[in-house]
């Protein structure tokens, strides 16, 4: 049997809060009801975790830790105060630990069903380490990280730099050999949460947040959230201590902006969509910026980035771009636009300062300027363009480039596989949005009510207008509805459920990415189009237009079509597949390559990037199996191409690596594939490979293709092994700046 044990790192000294583990925080079973009391208890909550340690210093001031350890039942083992890595290796010695979870006692809402779910992906994964903050996509205060005992002791005995001794984990995060996963987190706006005691406004946050927890049990990190929604005035405490934000990236690194709004009556529909796509260049090493109204500023309060937001009330477009420009340092290389009232006039203010212009649209309606146009709308062809776009504009059409969450393709696999083998329909969920300006939650509630569905989840925001009437109608249906405010993990609520009742906009792509079929009621004019090809294809079932028709006859047809599908298994599992088949969730990765700047090849050329997609298969197979790729490639085992198409199947399927065809001229020229291994200091770091299409040897591609993946990732650490006799490829990369480094590799962007 494998040992997993948690060792919780504790000390008194602190610089900024001395002493701050020790601290009072609200009554706790069997202990004082101190900070360490609390990450000790979570800890000990976990499934998988067999034992839990305190590693500590030998200094003398830790005896008051030793104590407080002893008294709450913890192991304890003391060692090197400068050392923590020597510490570490020497508490999972002591405990005799086969696998190592190591958490931070100055984080006493440490999640243990987050923390489980990260020792179990280590094991299922198969690999040496795995964390839940390659990206950090929690709130900040819920980090955790796993790693085998074997991992760690190698760690101990190579590392020899006085950061990676201090902070434990770093070689084993950054080591070109060390195999990684990471569990993926909910996000924005969860990710601005700060949960960490490190100042005294940190100790006033949970001061007043603990009273508010239920005491006889552990909150996990939603209903922390539902909490914490209530009580806007709470995270206000410490919000000016969070980290991240454009400001903590070098003045070098690009500029991304987006023109977004959210209030009560717009939603967050466009917010959100926006942090989906913000949030993956963030991990990339964009500098990202808000640029919302004041009235947008009110309503998002503390989910924004630190130092990220640009007040754009003014409406001249020429004042607006001034106030962007100057907030970026002077030049901005992005413009992303989600607003449906965003005027043409800041798009060609901004194009005209030298941005790249990408417009989020689905009404195809508004002249544009954008170099990029994003429409996850089905069936809608360029050509509806051609009277409000330029030539040259490109475009990403149809539900697979809807900009998700990366929360929803890390679960499509699982939660698919679920769904293709449900035999009944048990469990409901609603979900109208955050604010639900409408109502439809009352409504799908009612229609729910007269049926004998005892599993009825409700995600709604703390914001939304009709709350207070949806929590009286669901306590009048006693144990059957699970209300949930304002849930971060939007992915996983949805994976226990078997149905899903909502509206047609932006969430319709994040059901059919995981294959859940749906019950849609409209509840906006501009949703009526993706209402009625979503039905076209097979994926959901229509239940009336809350702006046409009368709520009773929109509740008769959700019970309806309920009990039709109830009734027909066939036809629940024809409308999985076809959600399926709308959206793979890989659109933020689409749109990322389509906003790189092109590249010059020798001959002058642009050469841009685009995805990869399983129609590339024979291509890239034809690439690979030519002689002149062969000849130095790492792995000269043959292949078929039905083994390619396997690999290719997962590859494009995993969310993670970046599989990406250079195009010159309008034809293919060669790709380069960035495979992630995981992120060090928060800088992403990929394995580097890549080839030029036979025939375009000598034009320059691998250079435009390497400097390609630079913008692309201004911020993350490429790694490249290439052979000692391929002089070619060592030419190019050292010509692109990447040093070779003592573990053999070829470094660019981290250190060597």
């Given at each position: 049997?494998?040992?997993?044990?948690?060792?919780?790192?504790?000390r008194?000294?602190?610089?900024?809060?001395?002493?701050?583990?020790?601290?009072?925080?609200?009554?706790?079973?069997?202990?004082?009801?101190?900070?360490?009391?609390?990450?000790i208890?979570?800890c000990?909550?976990?499934p998988?975790?067999?034992a839990?340690?305190?590693?500590?210093?030998?200094?003398?001031?830790?005896?008051?830790?030793?104590?407080?350890?002893?008294?709450?039942?913890a192991q304890?083992?003391?060692?090197?105060?400068?050392?923590?890595l020597?510490?570490?290796?020497?508490?999972?010695?002591?405990?005799d630990?086969?696998?190592?979870l190591?958490?931070?006692?100055?984080?006493?809402?440490?999640?243990?069903g987050?923390?489980?779910?990260v020792i179990?992906?280590?094991?299922e994964a198969?690999?040496?380490y795995a964390?839940?903050?390659?990206?950090r996509?929690?709130p900040?205060?819920?980090?955790?990280?796993?790693?085998t005992?074997?991992?760690l002791?190698?760690?101990?005995?190579?590392?020899?730099?006085p950061?990676?001794?201090?902070?434990?984990?770093?070689?084993?995060?950054?080591?070109?050999?060390?195999t990684?996963?990471?569990?993926?987190?909910?996000?924005?706006?969860?990710?601005?949460?700060r949960w960490?005691l490190?100042?005294?406004?940190?100790?006033?946050?949970?001061a007043?947040?603990?009273?508010?927890?239920?005491?006889?049990?552990?909150?996990?990190?939603?209903?922390v959230?539902?909490?914490?929604?209530?009580?806007?005035?709470i995270?206000?405490i410490?919000?000016?201590?969070?980290i991240?934000?454009?400001?903590?990236?070098?003045?070098?690194?690009p500029?991304?902006v987006?023109?977004?709004?959210?209030?009560?009556?717009?939603?967050?529909?466009h917010?959100?969509?926006?942090?989906?796509?913000?949030t993956?260049?963030?991990?990339l090493?964009?500098?990202?910026?808000w640029?919302?109204?004041?009235?947008s500023?009110?309503?998002?309060?503390?989910?924004?980035p630190p130092?990220?937001?640009?007040?754009?009330?003014?409406?001249?477009?020429?004042?607006?771009?001034?106030?962007?420009?100057r907030a970026?340092?002077?030049?901005?290389?992005?413009?992303?636009?989600?607003?449906?009232?965003?005027?043409?006039d800041?798009e060609?203010?901004?194009?005209?300062?030298?941005?790249?212009?990408?417009v989020f649209?689905?009404l195809?309606?508004a002249?544009?300027?954008?170099?990029?146009?994003l429409?996850p709308?089905?069936n809608?062809?360029?050509?509806?363009?051609?009277?409000i776009?330029r030539?040259?504009?490109?475009?990403l059409?149809?539900?697979?480039n809807?900009v998700?969450r990366?929360q929803?393709?890390?679960?499509r696999?699982?939660v698919?596989?679920?769904?293709a083998?449900?035999?009944r329909?048990?469990?409901v969920?609603?979900?109208?949005?955050?604010?639900?300006?409408?109502?439809?939650?009352?409504?799908?509630?009612g229609?729910?009510?007269?049926?004998?569905?005892?599993e009825i989840?409700v995600?709604?925001?703390?914001?939304?207008?009709?709350?207070?009437?949806v929590?009286?109608?669901a306590?009048?249906?006693?144990?059957?509805?699970?209300?949930?405010?304002d849930?971060?993990?939007?992915?996983?609520?949805?994976?226990?459920?078997?149905?899903?009742?909502?509206?047609?906009?932006?969430?319709t792509?994040?059901?059919?990415?995981?294959?859940?079929p749906?019950?849609?009621?409209?509840?906006?004019a501009?949703?009526?189009?993706n209402a009625?090809?979503?039905?076209?294809?097979?994926?959901?079932l229509?239940c009336?237009?809350?702006?046409?028709?009368?709520?009773?006859?929109?509740a008769?047809s959700?019970?309806?079509?309920?009990?039709?599908?109830?009734?027909?298994?066939?036809?629940?599992?024809?409308?999985?597949?076809a959600?399926l088949?709308?959206?793979?969730?890989?659109g933020?990765?689409?749109?990322a390559?389509a906003?790189?700047?092109?590249?010059?090849?020798?001959d002058?050329?642009?050469?841009v990037?685009r995805?990869?997609?399983?129609?590339?298969?024979?291509?890239?197979?034809?690439?690979?199996?030519?002689p002149?790729?062969?000849?130095?490639?790492?792995?000269?085992?043959?292949?078929?191409?039905?083994?390619?198409?396997r690999?290719l199947?997962a590859k494009?399927?995993?969310?993670?690596?970046?599989?990406?065809?250079?195009?010159?001229?309008?034809k293919?020229a060669?790709?380069?594939?960035?495979d992630?291994?995981?992120?060090?200091?928060?800088?992403?770091?990929y394995?580097?490979?890549?080839?030029?299409?036979?025939?375009?040897?000598?034009?320059?591609?691998?250079?435009?293709?390497?400097?390609?993946?630079?913008?692309l990732?201004?911020?993350a650490?490429?790694?490249?092994?290439?052979?000692a006799q391929?002089?070619?490829?060592l030419?190019?990369?050292?010509?692109?700046?990447?040093?070779?480094?003592?573990?053999?590799?070829?470094?660019?962007?981290?250190?060597v």
């Amino acid at each position: 049997m494998t040992k997993t044990v948690a060792i919780i790192q504790a000390r008194f000294g602190s610089t900024r809060l001395p002493g701050k583990v020790l601290k009072p925080l609200g009554s706790i079973s069997g202990g004082q009801g101190i900070v360490l009391d609390h990450a000790i208890r979570r800890c000990r909550a976990i499934p998988s975790v067999d034992a839990v340690v305190i590693a500590t210093t030998d200094r003398e001031e830790d005896g008051a830790i030793v104590a407080a350890a002893e008294r709450a039942g913890a192991q304890v083992h003391r060692g090197s105060a400068e050392d923590v890595l020597s510490r570490y290796a020497g508490a999972a010695r002591r405990a005799d630990a086969d696998v190592v979870l190591r958490v931070t006692s100055d984080c006493p809402l440490i999640d243990p069903g987050i923390c489980d779910r990260v020792i179990r992906l280590r094991a299922e994964a198969g690999v040496d380490y795995a964390a839940n903050n390659m990206p950090r996509l929690y709130p900040h205060g819920l980090d955790c990280e796993v790693f085998t005992r074997e991992g760690l002791e190698r760690a101990d005995k190579v590392a020899t730099a006085p950061y990676d001794r201090e902070h434990v984990t770093p070689w084993l995060r950054r080591a070109a050999d060390v195999t990684r996963a990471s569990l993926i987190g909910p996000g924005w706006p969860a990710v601005q949460q700060r949960w960490t005691l490190d100042f005294p406004e940190d100790y006033d946050f949970f001061a007043a947040l603990f009273p508010l927890l239920p005491q006889g049990r552990i909150a996990g990190m939603d209903e922390v959230l539902g909490v914490l929604a209530e009580h806007p005035e709470i995270v206000a405490i410490n919000a000016h201590r969070r980290i991240g934000g454009p400001t903590a990236k070098p003045s070098s690194a690009p500029a991304a902006v987006f023109r977004f709004e959210a209030d009560q009556k717009t939603g967050f529909g466009h917010a959100m969509r926006s942090n989906a796509f913000a949030t993956l260049l963030d991990q990339l090493g964009w500098r990202v910026f808000w640029a919302i109204s004041e009235s947008s500023i009110a309503f998002l309060r503390e989910s924004a980035p630190p130092g990220a937001v640009i007040d754009v009330t003014e409406p001249a477009a020429e004042a607006q771009a001034a106030k962007i420009l100057r907030a970026c340092g002077g030049s901005c290389d992005l413009l992303v636009v989600d607003h449906y009232c965003a005027t043409l006039d800041l798009e060609t203010a901004m194009s005209a300062r030298g941005a790249t212009v990408a417009v989020f649209d689905d009404l195809i309606e508004a002249q544009s300027d954008a170099d990029v146009i994003l429409n996850p709308a089905p069936n809608i062809a360029s050509e509806a363009y051609g009277a409000i776009a330029r030539p040259e504009t490109r475009f990403l059409l149809g539900p697979d480039n809807a900009v998700l969450r990366a929360q929803f393709p890390a679960m499509r696999t699982s939660v698919a596989a679920r769904i293709a083998e449900r035999r009944r329909i048990g469990r409901v969920l609603i979900a109208f949005g955050g604010t639900d300006p409408v109502n439809g939650t009352g409504i799908a509630l009612g229609a729910l009510e007269a049926t004998d569905i005892q599993e009825i989840d409700v995600i709604l925001g703390a914001k939304a207008v009709y709350l207070d009437a949806v929590r009286e109608q669901a306590a009048r249906m006693g144990g059957r509805v699970n209300l949930m405010l304002d849930v971060a993990e939007v992915a996983a609520a949805m994976a226990r459920a078997d149905l899903v009742i909502g509206a047609p906009g932006t969430g319709t792509w994040e059901r059919a990415c995981l294959g859940l079929p749906s019950l849609l009621v409209v509840i906006a004019a501009n949703q009526k189009i993706n209402a009625e090809t979503v039905v076209a294809r097979g994926a959901a079932l229509v239940c009336g237009s809350l702006g046409t028709d009368p709520e009773d006859k929109v509740a008769a047809s959700l019970r309806a079509s309920l009990e039709r599908l109830r009734n027909d298994p066939a036809l629940y599992h024809h409308m999985h597949e076809a959600a399926l088949a709308l959206s793979d969730g890989r659109g933020s990765l689409r749109l990322a390559a389509a906003v790189v700047p092109a590249m010059r090849l020798k001959d002058g050329t642009p050469l841009v990037l685009r995805l990869a997609e399983m129609d590339d298969a024979r291509l890239l197979y034809d690439w690979q199996q030519a002689p002149e790729t062969r000849r130095y490639a790492l792995n000269q085992n043959p292949f078929s191409f039905d083994d390619h198409c396997r690999w290719l199947t997962a590859k494009l399927a995993n969310g993670r690596d970046l599989l990406l065809i250079g195009e010159a001229g309008g034809k293919p020229a060669g790709f380069i594939r960035l495979d992630w291994f995981g992120a060090d200091k928060d800088r992403t770091q990929y394995l580097v490979s890549i080839a030029a299409a036979p025939g375009q040897h000598g034009r320059g591609v691998g250079t435009a293709l390497l400097n390609a993946a630079r913008a692309l990732a201004p911020g993350a650490h490429f790694y490249a092994q290439v052979l000692a006799q391929n002089a070619a490829s060592l030419a190019l990369f050292r010509g692109c700046g990447y040093a070779l480094g003592p573990d053999g590799y070829y470094h660019s962007g981290g250190e060597v």
